[in-house]
Structures are given as C-alpha cells and as structure tokens.
Nanobody
C-alpha cells in the first residue's frame, strides 16, 4: 500500500513559480517511476512529467523548459518545480506511481492575474 499526498498548489500570477511536492508513504518508494499529471476543467487528465526510479526524466512538450521534476528517495518525495507559469497551466495536479493504481488527492494550481 502506498499513499501519496500532494502539496504546494495555489494562486500565482502569470510568469510566476510554484513548487509542488508529493510525499509518499511506504519503504519501496524508490522502486517506482513517478509521474505528475494534471486535469483542467472539462479536459482529460494529461501527463506532465515522469521521473524513473533511476532518475531519467521526460516532459510533455507544453512544459519543456519551464517545469522540472525531481525526486528525493531518502525523503520519499517527488517534486515539480514550475516556472514561467501560464494561465493554461491552471489545473488540478496529481502525483502518480506509474503502472500502479496509486494516485494522490490532487492540488489546485491557478495561474491568473
């Protein structure tokens, strides 16, 4: 059993930054590939970024160069640093342990002036 808890969302102006955190329970966190997803109102959930258990990263084209995913296995935490935020980044952001049914509850990110 793995529990994922996101934090760090909020309201930010266009061009601003936020850092999301996802804290995982369980001692085997380091074995999982981890992903950040987002879902905007009326849209399907989409992949934002992935980091493998060996640290390889991959990003959606829409966030490349602006977002950075990282993990700290000692702290059982995965991060999403979001810079140069745009209104179209507004969504609920979810943490997910890839290839499992484990999802966090989501954290709201709103980019607006």
């Amino acid at each position: 059993q793995v529990q994922l808890v996101e934090s760090g969302g909020g309201l930010v102006q266009p061009g601003g930054s936020l850092r999301l955190s996802c804290a995982a329970s369980g001692r085997i966190f380091s074995f999982y590939d981890m992903g950040w997803y987002r879902q905007a109102p009326g849209k399907v959930r989409e992949l934002v970024a992935i980091i493998t258990n060996s640290g390889t990263t991959n990003y959606a084209d829409s966030v490349k160069g602006r977002f950075t995913i990282a993990r700290d296995n000692a702290e059982n935490t995965v991060y999403l640093q979001m810079n140069s935020l745009k209104p179209e980044d507004t969504a609920v952001y979810y943490c997910h342990a890839q290839y499992t049914g484990y999802w966090g509850q989501g954290t709201q990110v709103t980019v607006s002036s």
